[in-house]
């Protein structure tokens, strides 16, 4: 079974920089495309940033210029580089797979809190 493990949450200040890391144990990426969403609390799940298995990325309005996504197929591992961060991406991120019928579990999830 695949299972997805999210990672580089924490506490960083309006404006600071924080770098998720979601590991697969498996070899998942090489065919699916890959999303991060996050969960804030109160509200539904959404997605993030998405990378298709070529490359190909697709983001959230509300993140656009401030995060990028990106992927490392021989290591299984999918990344999110935050900066400019505000209050409002306070929130629970996940990865997971995008726009396929098919998803692993969703794994633990990584917090983030942006807070002065």
């Known amino acids: 079974q695949v299972r997805l493990v999210e990672s580089g949450g924490g506490l960083a200040q309006p404006g600071g920089s924080l770098r998720l890391s979601c590991a697969a144990s498996?070899?998942?990426?090489?065919?699916?495309?890959m999303a991060w969403y996050r969960q804030a609390l109160g509200k539904q799940r959404e997605l993030v940033a998405g990378?298709?298995?070529?490359?190909?990325?697709n983001y959230a309005n509300s993140v656009k210029g401030r995060f990028t996504i990106s992927r490392d197929n021989a290591k299984n591992t999918v990344y999110l580089q935050m900066n400019s961060l505000k209050p409002e991406d306070t929130a629970v991120y996940y990865c997971n797979v995008q726009g396929s019928t098919w998803s692993p579990p969703w794994g633990q999830g990584t917090q983030v809190i942006v807070s002065s």
């Open positions: 498996g070899s998942i990426f090489q065919i699916y495309a």
């Open positions: 990378i298709t298995a070529g490359g190909s990325t």
